[in-house]
């Protein structure tokens, strides 16, 4: 199984990026999708979190501006990014807890960077 990240990039204050999470390989479903992000000198954050019955968290500092959403028939989550702020800039990974023959067990795609600056 592997989950595959993307959609980073450069935005100016206020722009919208989109970012994917992707899962590949013998999957049966997933359960919990979950983005955290990751700032220079920070701790690293949950963003938000969508269950497999589409039930969603979000931090307060994005609630409003960043919804999540997933299609479970691709195996892919979304990040939607709106009205974004310098202090949005992190690395952005998404972690999954993946279900397969040998059970559930949670995986991590790699990063992606997003910077918001102008």
């Known amino acids: 199984v592997q989950l595959q990240a993307s959609g980073g990039g450069l935005v100016q204050p206020g722009g919208s990026l989109r970012l994917s999470c992707a899962a590949s390989?013998?999957?049966?479903?997933?359960?919990?999708m979950v983005w955290f992000r990751q700032a220079p000198g920070k701790q690293r954050e949950l963003v938000a979190s969508?269950?497999?019955?589409?039930?969603?968290n979000y931090a307060d500092s994005v609630k409003g501006r960043f919804p999540i959403s997933r299609d479970n028939a691709k195996n892919t989550g979304y990040l939607q990014m709106n009205s974004l702020k310098p202090e949005d800039t992190a690395v952005y990974s998404c972690?999954?807890?993946?279900?397969?023959?040998?059970?559930?067990?949670?995986?991590w795609g790699q990063g992606t960077q997003v910077t918001v600056s102008s």
């Open positions: 972690n999954a807890a993946v279900i397969t023959a040998q059970g559930v067990r949670g995986y």
């Open positions: 390989g013998s999957i049966f479903s997933i359960n919990t």
């Open positions: 969508i269950t497999s019955g589409g039930s969603t």
